[in-house]
């Protein structure tokens, strides 16, 4: 484990004017470098309802993780971890779209925060990630489950859930999800789906028990689509299973962003009995007891 002070409670005043120096400097940076080739979130969605398509997603905290080493609040550093998913980033599988953030296709619409986050992001770890990307490779949207919270205009998000929601729509799916996640729990999120049947992974370093995990994965038919929300693990899931013949998609925060959706949340809020990583005491989870949930669990690796 890799401490590192500069994320801690004491740097955070300093960390906050880092963040508006590398804003800045983000224009200096898409200047001096090439940066990759990035679909749009339509684009992306469209692409995987063409079928078959299967997603593998980065986030900035992916990034980080990579080129720093340091531990993430759900993912402790591992090397293993970090090697498979350098190499996903230039998989040439043609059914395994590989996703950027949105920071990455255009911070043109989204809200002040999240522009000055990707920005200042960019300015941090593009000019050592662009050594791990294949510059002449078509990258997709890893942002297509973040359809709410970082735009401007909300309409967008009516547009991009109607899509989502064709992905499922009369299927049979298996969700691979941590153990507080809770996917669609109380909300309509996979009313359209045929069946969910849900395996439960650890809420924090899932990678730990990636073999075990991949295993239970492995003894359902290819017929279920396999959504999964695990975070950096989901990356490397999601390609494994697709390299096995299954349509995988890493779906990741989609169903904390359908409740923001939901409330018309104007800031990133806890919801109740779900993991909620970006906001203020989220990933302090409670018990609850809701039948449908539990009679959807097939199995634990925890």
Same mark, same amino acid.
């Given at each position: 484990?890799?401490?590192d002070l500069r ?31 990035? =679909?749009?979130?339509?684009?992306? %969605?469209? /692409? !995987?309802? #063409? @079928? ?6 980065? $986030? ?97 998000? =009516?547009?991009?859930?109607?899509? %989502?929601? /064709? !992905?499922? #729509? @009369? ?6 999800? $941590? ?66 013949g299954y349509q ?55």
């Amino acid at each position: 484990m890799k401490i590192d002070l500069r994320y801690g409670p004491l740097f955070r005043p300093i960390r906050k004017i880092a963040k508006y120096i590398l804003a800045y400097l983000y224009y200096i940076v898409v200047f001096l470098f090439e940066m990759p080739k990035v =679909k749009s979130i339509d684009e992306t %969605l469209d /692409k !995987i309802l #063409e @079928g078959g398509y299967s997603i593998c997603r980065y $986030g900035d905290g992916d990034f980080q993780t990579m080129i720093e080493k340091i531990d993430l609040p759900y993912q402790k550093y591992d090397n293993q971890l970090a090697k498979r998913m350098k190499e996903i980033l230039l998989s040439d599988d043609p059914k395994i779209l590989v996703g950027l953030p949105v920071g990455y296709y255009s911070i043109d619409g989204l809200v002040r925060e999240s522009s000055l986050n990707w920005r200042s992001q960019i300015a941090l770890v593009y000019p050592i990630l662009k050594r791990y990307l294949d510059l002449n490779k078509q990258y997709y949207n890893s942002s297509m489950s973040r359809f709410y919270y970082e735009y401007q205009d909300k309409n967008v998000s =009516k547009r991009y859930l109607n899509k %989502l929601f /064709k !992905i499922w #729509e @009369g299927k049979n799916i298996l969700l691979i999800e $941590g153990e507080k996640s809770r996917l669609g729990m109380g909300n309509d999120l996979f009313n359209k789906a045929l069946n969910v049947e849900r395996i439960l992974a650890p809420k924090h370093n899932a990678f730990s028990k990636y073999d075990q995990i991949l295993s239970e994965a492995l003894k359902h038919k290819k017929s279920k689509l396999i959504l999964i929300a695990l975070g950096s693990t989901a990356t490397v899931l999601a390609f494994d299973l697709a390299k096995a013949g299954y349509q995988s998609i890493d779906i990741g925060n989609i169903d904390i962003e359908y409740e923001w959706y939901l409330r018309g949340a104007i800031k990133k809020i806890k919801i109740p009995g779900k993991y909620t990583s970006e906001a203020s005491g989220g990933r302090i989870v409670d018990d609850v007891i809701d039948e449908k949930y539990a009679s959807q669990i097939i199995a634990k690796i925890l």
